[in-house]
């Protein structure tokens, strides 16, 4: 029965197969584009844009875009000019019937003596061929991932999506670090405004928390140029989000998965409350009153009964239910166009994504390491078990574009995205801390987190030189993790007849009943405006670019745990009860045994960041094949965070800094197909909110003690990259960069002496380097024979190294040189597609592998912590059925190879979670 679930979806395929056919003829559809400088990249506004053979046509707009309506179905010829660039034609362009065609043009300078060119629509259209080409043409080294690419993989959300990136990896399916380096050194950025973190000690967004049906392209910048952020090393991430179609189009679409270790297969779940089917679940586990209302329980002594009250208003919920994992699914719809409105186009998007879907850890493993007395490691705690968890993702987005005549358009663009995760663990073993004691753990554990940003925006172009870009943002995140509950058990023995009893809680430790409440807000303003001026002719064009930026953040945030334990002996048979009863027992009106107080871990504290910035840029045309880009940003940065740790006084940290970050870039067309790009700057990057924070942070059992350092200053970094690009064919690349990077005062997480407790904090390091090689190649290998025309493959890899150099002086307990954390000797994506020559279907199999990370740098004479190679294998398949409609299938983590963390000889952390294939249908009435 566990299967059966594909029967209503296989059935619909099958009535829907015999219906294949072509398009019908007739009607008419739209050609839609932009038109952009084959050098620079830049749109070309005023470029004339004509169907061949009709009186259709248009001029380009604001940034070379254009739409061209009513063009009779079939094939088309499109020519397209502007004074001072050679004219281009592009022939075998399909506009099918109530559809759009894209076919987006670059035009060569025509002082570089080219005749008039002629070229297939092949060579135009299509994603791919666009990301490229703004590969090519980019100030910077950058690379994209498109809608395109993304529909023929099995990726569910931005994290999944952006690894197939070269040199980019992802840890815990949401943190990305690039060439090597964590999140620290990358930032995120949602249609170019910066997003916050709902993570408490991360810098970067989690890159779940975007669904991909809500994507148009995810960009990686990996070099510096004075109109980006300063903050940055590893990449600048830029997420957009999908552009409205020109003609009036409406989507659905349905899906539905088999986990093979979860769906149908008996699994842990947590018990659910309030609106978790939308990811809202954290008001009915709300932190009590009457907790809430005591503080730090310093105050006057509370009695017996108001322990027991109190005692009394957590949830009553400790264990896992047992529970039969359930399909997967998805749906998704959209709607969007381009219609007059007073006169103005306007074009709209609203669109929307629901995934729900049931997960386990299973063959989970999770130890403690210790030094034995070699000096080795030793496992100091070891539990085996397995994890259950329901999670749910949805989205939406509604976006406005309208323009006012050919040269300015404004835009409005809202984004909300949702995330729930509901977990459910059990396992046993030990822990030296205890003794011999069998152990038994149970924790159920629930986190919501939201993004929302709004977006107002303009793009001007002001008398053919001139050029205004603005934006004003306001964006927000959350993070709940509300009432995360852990009860320990243990199976003690009678000392006088050796005797065993069956499992009972181990009431008399402060760690054995634990409830844990966390909460996190953030928001941000933010507004900036650019400037250009273009200069010279069109074969040795400059551009003057200037602009400013001021961003306002402020973050509150707030932990707090509890520990439930026992102030008189308790026999071992009446603890032996289910954690239900037993404290619905102990905390009824006037029993004795139940006390509760604060865990010296946690604290609240908030935090006000503000930012202003400006810079000035000047590409200038040294040579017709020559360009020089080069400038510098200022960047103030004043921030404030308010500290107030359990128990303790407040503390307050106010780093202010005034930094100039430069930047050179060398970009050199070789041939009007290869490249080479040199680029040296400098960036920096701030501590984190939390890491100035003196807060402690523990897990329950085994945990380590994390608090913040006030006094920690920003890193400035110093960036060198060069990169070889060669474009044998549309669509076809093959490229070789290096990069070198020079870190002072790195930020780096340490171990501390503090009387034999693991206590870490975080520490300006002495120094470090991190360098390596980039490779990417992409290849249609029609090119080899005719027969291999529907075929193409791709593959990037970076081999890199990094060493941190700690340094004496800290007290510090972490091995004083090594990798920096998060970085992999090497990552490899590769991948094989095929599109059928009559477009009816396409499939593509995708394989990564990320080699021996560091995740954790250990505590003295240990070995550091490392993250094993998995090789991972996923495979994306797309059918047409009949017009307007399409079938998916999907296959993720074909190899089910083991997330696995070792330190030496120690397993310290091992689980798989199954292979997941999914089907689903598309409709486009």
Same mark, same amino acid.
């Given at each position: 029965?566990?299967?059966?679930?594909?029967?209503?979806?296989?059935?619909?395929?099958?009535?829907?197969?015999?219906?294949?056919?072509?398009? @019908?003829?007739?009607?008419?559809?739209?050609?839609?584009?932009?038109?952009?400088?084959?050098?620079?990249?830049?749109?070309?506004? !005023?470029?004339?844009?004509?169907?061949?053979?009709?009186?259709?046509?248009?001029?380009?707009?604001?940034?070379?875009?254009?739409?061209?309506?009513?063009?009779?179905?079939?094939?088309?010829?499109?020519?397209?000019?502007?004074?001072?660039?050679?004219?281009?034609?592009?022939?075998?362009?399909?506009?099918?019937?109530? !559809?759009?065609?894209?076919?987006?043009?670059?035009?060569?300078?025509?002082?570089?003596?080219?005749?008039?060119?002629?070229?297939?629509?092949?060579?135009?259209?299509?994603?791919?061929?666009?990301?490229?080409?703004?590969?090519?043409?980019?100030?910077?080294?950058?690379?994209?991932?498109?809608?395109?690419?993304?529909?023929?993989?099995?990726?569910?959300?931005?994290?999944?999506?952006?690894?197939?990136?070269?040199?980019?990896?992802?840890?815990?399916?949401?943190?990305?670090?690039?060439? !090597?380096?964590?999140?620290?050194?990358?930032?995120?950025?949602?249609?170019?405004?910066?997003?916050?973190?709902?993570?408490?000690?991360?810098?970067?967004?989690?890159?779940?928390?975007?669904?991909?049906?809500?994507?148009?392209?995810?960009?990686?910048?990996?070099?510096?140029?004075?109109?980006?952020?300063?903050?940055?090393?590893?990449?600048?991430?830029?997420?957009?989000? %999908?552009?409205?179609?020109?003609?009036?189009?409406?989507?659905?679409?349905?899906?539905?998965?088999?986990?093979?270790?979860?769906?149908?297969?008996?699994?842990?779940?947590?018990?659910?409350?309030?609106?978790?089917?939308?990811?809202?679940?954290?008001?009915?586990?709300?932190?009590?009153?009457?907790?809430?209302?005591?503080?730090?329980?310093?105050?006057?002594?509370?009695? @017996?009964?108001?322990?027991?009250?109190?005692?009394?208003?957590?949830?009553?919920?400790?264990?896992?239910?047992?529970?039969?994992?359930?399909?997967?699914?998805?749906?998704?719809?959209?709607?969007?166009?381009?219609?007059?409105?007073?006169?103005?186009?306007?074009?709209?998007?609203?669109?929307?994504?629901?995934?729900?879907?049931?997960?386990?850890?299973?063959?989970?493993?999770?130890?403690?390491?210790?030094?034995?007395?070699?000096? %080795?490691?030793?496992?100091?705690?070891? $539990?085996?078990?397995?994890?259950?968890?329901?999670?749910?993702?949805?989205?939406?987005?509604?976006?406005?574009?309208?323009? $006012?005549?050919?040269?300015?358009?404004?835009?409005?663009?809202?984004?909300?995205?949702?995330?729930?995760?509901?977990?459910?663990?059990?396992?046993?073993?030990?822990?030296?801390? $205890?003794?011999?004691?069998?152990?038994?753990?149970?924790?159920?554990?629930?986190?919501?987190?939201?993004?929302?940003?709004?977006?107002?925006?303009?793009?001007?172009?002001?008398?053919?030189?001139?050029?205004?870009?603005?934006?004003?943002?306001?964006?927000?995140?959350?993070?709940?993790?509300?009432?995360?509950?852990?009860?320990?058990?243990?199976?003690?023995?009678?000392?006088?007849?050796?005797?065993?009893?069956?499992?009972?809680?181990?009431?008399?430790?402060?760690?054995?009943?634990?409830?844990?409440?966390?909460?996190?807000?953030?928001?941000?303003?933010?507004?900036?405006?650019?400037?250009?001026?273009?200069?010279?002719?069109?074969?040795?064009?400059?551009?003057?670019?200037?602009?400013?930026?001021?961003?306002?953040?402020?973050?509150?945030?707030?932990?707090?745990?509890?520990?439930?334990?026992?102030?008189?002996?308790?026999?071992?048979?009446?603890?032996?009860?289910?954690?239900?009863?037993?404290?619905?027992?102990?905390?009824?009106?006037?029993?004795?045994?139940?006390?509760?107080?604060?865990?010296?871990?946690?604290?609240?504290?908030?935090?006000?960041?503000?930012?202003?910035?400006?810079?000035?840029?000047?590409?200038?045309?040294?040579?017709?094949?020559?360009?020089?880009?080069?400038?510098?940003?200022?960047?103030?940065?004043?921030?404030?965070?308010?500290?107030?740790?359990?128990?303790?006084?407040?503390?307050?940290?106010?780093?202010?800094?005034?930094?100039?970050?430069?930047?050179?870039?060398?970009?050199?067309?070789?041939?009007?197909?290869?490249?080479?790009?040199?680029?040296?700057? %400098?960036?920096?990057?701030?501590?984190?909110?939390?890491?100035?924070?003196?807060?402690?942070?523990?897990?329950?059992?085994?945990?380590?003690?994390?608090?913040?350092?006030?006094?920690?200053?920003?890193?400035?970094?110093?960036?060198?990259?060069?990169?070889?690009?060669?474009?044998?064919?549309?669509?076809?690349?093959?490229?070789?960069?290096? $990069?070198?990077?020079?870190?002072?005062?790195?930020?780096?997480?340490?171990?501390?002496?503090?009387?034999?407790?693991?206590?870490?904090?975080?520490?300006?390091?002495?120094?470090?380097?991190?360098?390596?090689?980039?490779?990417?190649?992409?290849?249609?290998?029609?090119?080899?024979?005719?027969?291999?025309?529907?075929?193409?493959?791709?593959?990037?890899?970076?081999?890199?190294?990094?060493?941190?150099?700690?340094?004496? !002086?800290?007290?510090?307990?972490?091995?004083? @040189?090594?990798?920096?954390?998060?970085?992999?000797?090497?990552?490899?994506?590769?991948?094989?597609?095929?599109?059928?020559?009559?477009?009816?279907?396409?499939?593509?199999?995708?394989?990564?592998?990320?080699?021996?990370?560091?995740?954790?740098?250990?505590?003295?004479?240990?070995?550091?912590?490392?993250?094993?190679?998995?090789?991972?294998?996923?495979?994306?398949?797309?059918?047409?059925?009949?017009?307007?409609?399409?079938?998916?299938?999907?296959?993720?983590?074909?190899?089910?190879?083991?997330?696995?963390?070792?330190?030496?000889?120690?397993?310290?952390?091992?689980?798989?979670?199954?292979?997941?294939?999914?089907?689903?249908?598309?409709?486009?009435?």
């Amino acid at each position: 029965m566990a299967r059966t679930w594909f029967a209503p979806v296989l059935l619909v395929c099958a009535l829907a197969l015999p219906g294949v056919t072509a398009a @019908q003829a007739g009607g008419t559809g739209t050609l839609v584009g932009r038109v952009v400088d084959a050098e620079s990249g830049r749109g070309l506004s !005023g470029a004339r844009v004509l169907v061949q053979g009709t009186n259709l046509g248009g001029t380009a707009g604001v940034d070379g875009r254009y739409t061209i309506n009513a063009v009779p179905a079939g094939v088309h010829t499109l020519v397209v000019s502007l004074v001072g660039y050679a004219e281009k034609t592009i022939t075998g362009l399909r506009v099918p019937t109530g !559809g759009s065609t894209r076919s987006d043009v670059t035009l060569s300078a025509q002082a570089l003596g080219l005749e008039a060119i002629t070229v297939t629509a092949s060579a135009e259209r299509g994603s791919v061929n666009r990301a490229l080409d703004e590969q090519r043409t980019a100030t910077g080294v950058v690379n994209a991932i498109t809608a395109e690419q993304i529909a023929r993989s099995p990726d569910s959300d931005a994290g999944a999506a952006v690894q197939r990136v070269s040199g980019v990896t992802v840890q815990e399916g949401k943190f990305i670090f690039v060439r !090597g380096l964590g999140e620290r050194y990358t930032t995120t950025s949602l249609n170019g405004a910066r997003i916050p973190s709902p993570e408490p000690e991360r810098k970067v967004v989690p890159l779940d928390l975007f669904p991909t049906g809500l994507l148009q392209t995810i960009t990686t910048s990996k070099t510096f140029t004075p109109d980006q952020p300063g903050d940055f090393s590893g990449a600048q991430v830029d997420i957009r989000t %999908r552009e409205f179609p020109a003609r009036r189009e409406t989507t659905f679409s349905l899906a539905t998965g088999y986990n093979s270790a979860a769906t149908g297969r008996n699994i842990l779940t947590a018990p659910t409350e309030g609106r978790e089917w939308l990811g809202f679940g954290g008001a009915a586990r709300a932190l009590p009153a009457s907790a809430n209302a005591a503080g730090d329980f310093r105050g006057p002594r509370l009695t @017996q009964e108001e322990v027991n009250q109190i005692a009394g208003s957590f949830r009553n919920q400790w264990s896992p239910l047992a529970g039969t994992g359930a399909p997967n699914m998805s749906a998704g719809a959209s709607v969007g166009g381009t219609d007059d409105v007073a006169g103005k186009p306007v074009g709209y998007l609203l669109s929307g994504t629901y995934s729900k879907s049931q997960e386990i850890q299973r063959d989970q493993l999770r130890t403690r390491a210790i030094a034995d007395a070699q000096g %080795r490691a030793a496992e100091g705690a070891r $539990f085996e078990g397995s994890t259950g968890r329901s999670s749910v993702l949805w989205g939406g987005l509604a976006n406005l574009s309208t323009r $006012f005549g050919d040269n300015s358009r404004v835009a409005l663009n809202n984004t909300y995205n949702r995330t729930a995760d509901n977990d459910a663990r059990s396992e046993s073993g030990f822990d030296e801390n $205890f003794g011999s004691l069998p152990l038994f753990i149970e924790r159920l554990r629930f986190v919501e987190r939201s993004v929302r940003s709004s977006q107002l925006v303009g793009e001007h172009e002001l008398g053919g030189r001139h050029r205004l870009d603005w934006q004003v943002t306001s964006t927000g995140v959350s993070r709940r993790e509300p009432d995360r509950s852990e009860v320990v058990y243990a199976a003690e023995t009678n000392f006088s007849t050796g005797e065993t009893y069956a499992p009972a809680w181990l009431g008399g430790s402060n760690e054995a009943a634990v409830r844990t409440f966390g909460d996190l807000g953030e928001y941000a303003w933010e507004g900036g405006a650019n400037y250009s001026l273009s200069l010279g002719n069109a074969s040795r064009g400059h551009q003057l670019k200037v602009g400013a930026l001021g961003r306002f953040t402020h973050r509150g945030a707030n932990n707090r745990a509890y520990s439930i334990f026992t102030t008189a002996g308790l026999g071992v048979e009446a603890r032996q009860a289910e954690p239900e009863q037993l404290f619905e027992q102990l905390s009824r009106p006037g029993s004795t045994v139940l006390n509760v107080a604060p865990l010296g871990a946690g604290g609240s504290y908030t935090a006000s960041d503000r930012l202003g910035a400006a810079f000035a840029m000047l590409e200038y045309g040294l040579r017709s094949n020559v360009r020089v880009i080069g400038g510098a940003r200022v960047e103030h940065s004043d921030v404030v965070v308010n500290a107030q740790p359990t128990y303790g006084a407040a503390t307050q940290a106010n780093p202010a800094y005034t930094d100039i970050l430069p930047s050179l870039a060398v970009n050199v067309t070789l041939t009007d197909r290869q490249n080479l790009r040199l680029s040296a700057s %400098r960036t920096l990057a701030r501590p984190e909110y939390r890491e100035l924070s003196p807060i402690l942070y523990r897990e329950v059992i085994g945990g380590e003690n994390v608090f913040g350092d006030p006094k920690l200053r920003r890193t400035l970094i110093q960036n060198y990259d060069a990169r070889y690009e060669w474009y044998p064919n549309t669509g076809e690349v093959i490229s070789v960069g290096v $990069f070198a990077k020079r870190f002072s005062d790195p930020i780096e997480r340490v171990y501390v002496a503090a009387s034999g407790t693991a206590l870490v904090t975080f520490v300006n390091a002495s120094g470090a380097e991190n360098y390596g090689v980039e490779l990417e190649a992409r290849k249609d290998l029609g090119t080899l024979a005719p027969m291999l025309e529907p075929w193409s493959v791709f593959a990037n890899a970076t081999v890199m190294h990094s060493d941190i150099r700690i340094g004496g !002086g800290l007290a510090s307990r972490t091995n004083d @040189q090594r990798p920096m954390v998060g970085q992999a000797p090497y990552v490899l994506n590769t991948g094989l597609t095929y599109s059928s020559p009559e477009g009816g279907m396409s499939g593509t199999l995708l394989y990564n592998v990320v080699g021996k990370r560091i995740v954790a740098a250990a505590e003295a004479p240990l070995e550091d912590l490392y993250e094993q190679p998995r090789h991972v294998l996923d495979l994306a398949l797309r059918f047409g059925l009949r017009p307007g409609l399409s079938a998916r299938f999907d296959a993720r983590n074909l190899l089910d190879q083991p997330y696995q963390i070792t330190q030496g000889a120690i397993v310290r952390e091992h689980f798989r979670s199954g292979r997941v294939v999914s089907l689903g249908l598309t409709w486009r009435p």
